[in-house]
Nanobody, 126 residues
Framework: QVQLVESGGGLVQAGGSLRLSCAASGRSFSIYALGWFRQAPGKEREFVAAIRWSGSVTRYLDSVKGRFTISGDNAKNTVYLQMNSLKPEDTAVYYC???????????????????WGQGTQVTVSS
């Protein structure tokens, strides 16, 4: 089993920044990729970004390219999502997820991810 714990959410004004963290524990050596998804009230869960745990291959949702950056620290078993130029439409619960299968590029489908964190709320005010 893999445990994922997110942190770093909060309330920020439009144009501001937040950095989310996701710490992995347990059988973290079985992880091939980590991803961030988000879900706003009344909407489906949406892919945001993902990173291969080795090689640093990344992929992003088009609407966050140039604003969000995903990165990983293997020594700390932690992945980060740096979010800049935040917009009200970025408001959602953000979830970290882990994929235990090797894929290239990392998957954008939530059904491909085996483990999920509890989520952290991000609220962007206008």
């Amino acid at each position: 089993q893999v445990q994922l714990v997110e942190s770093g959410g909060g309330l920020v004004q439009a144009g501001g920044s937040l950095r989310l963290s996701c710490a992995a524990s347990g059988r973290s050596f079985s992880i091939y990729a980590l991803g961030w998804f988000r879900q706003a009230p009344g909407k489906e869960r949406e892919f945001v970004a993902a990173i291969r745990w080795s090689g640093s291959v990344t992929r992003y949702l088009d609407s966050v390219k140039g604003r969000f950056t995903i990165s990983g620290d293997n020594a700390k078993n932690t992945v980060y999502l740096q979010m800049n130029s935040l917009k009200p439409e970025d408001t959602a619960v953000y979830y970290c997820a882990a994929d235990s299968r090797l894929r290239y590029p990392p998957s954008s489908h939530y059904s491909d991810y085996d483990y999920w964190g509890q989520g952290t709320q991000v609220t962007v005010s206008s």
